[in-house]
T-cell receptor, first 114, second 112 residues
């Protein structure tokens, strides 16, 4: 069965510092990959997605993610974090070629300190 | 364009009571989903629908029922609420799984 692992439950970074959130997946073929962000009291918002092609994908709010097939990873990055980026981030996987239900990671909570 | 709307936003139930959560989307999406979110457990799929008139079980369906009589609406029912069903419930929709989901803002349910 497919699975998604976000090894960091909680991360603290200083405002202006760079950020990398880790995501590893387990699946036989390359799936569709997503990152979502959830602000407190809100639903999840799609940040970016990878289907195929260029392994570096750009998303909203200045985020990017890099797909590395050899490492089964899809890490989220941002060069300079803003206080408003404090939220919980979820990696998600969908088997390619279908509508199948998404498997979500357990999330990484980001704290931004001044 | 409202996207995905969930009602109610908050609810407190007594054990054994019933209720229905409503999810409405105005994007003509085929697929709709109900998730529950609990601390440290991420999102777990309760039920989903791949089109009007269809429903299917997710990974935690027990104690819940759903209906999708109209394409734009997906209802989640609790027939006899239990404290273990205290959670935040999210509805989501998508034209296909490849496009990512649009989520509602959630329903916070407490069962006492």
């Amino acid at each position: 069965a497919q699975s998604v692992t976000q090894p960091d439950i909680h991360i603290t970074v200083s405002e202006g510092a760079s950020l990398e959130l880790r995501c590893n997946y387990s699946y036989g073929a390359t799936p569709y990959l997503f990152w979502y962000v959830q602000s407190p009291g809100q639903g999840l918002q799609l940040l970016l997605k990878y289907f195929s092609g260029d392994t570096l994908v750009q998303g909203i709010k200045g985020f990017e993610a890099e797909f590395k097939r050899s490492q089964s990873s899809f890490n989220l990055r941002k060069p300079s974090v803003h206080w408003s980026d404090a939220a919980e981030y979820f990696c998600a996987v969908v088997p390619s070629g279908g509508y199948q239900k998404v498997t979500f990671g357990t999330g990484t909570k980001l704290q931004v300190i001044p | 364009n409202a996207g995905v709307t969930q009602t109610p936003k908050f609810r407190v139930l007594k054990t054994g009571q019933s209720m229905t959560l409503l999810c409405a989307q105005d994007m003509n999406h085929e697929y709709m989903y109900w998730y529950r979110q609990d601390p440290g457990m991420g999102l777990r799929l309760i039920h989903y629908s791949v089109g009007e008139g269809t429903t299917a079980k997710g990974e935690v369906p027990d104690g819940y029922n759903v209906s999708r009589l109209k394409k734009q609406n997906f209802l989640l029912g609790l027939e006899s609420a239990a404290p273990s069903q205290t959670s935040v419930y999210f509805c989501a929709s998508t034209p296909t799984g490849a496009y990512g989901y649009t989520f509602g803002s959630g329903t916070r349910l407490t069962v006492v």
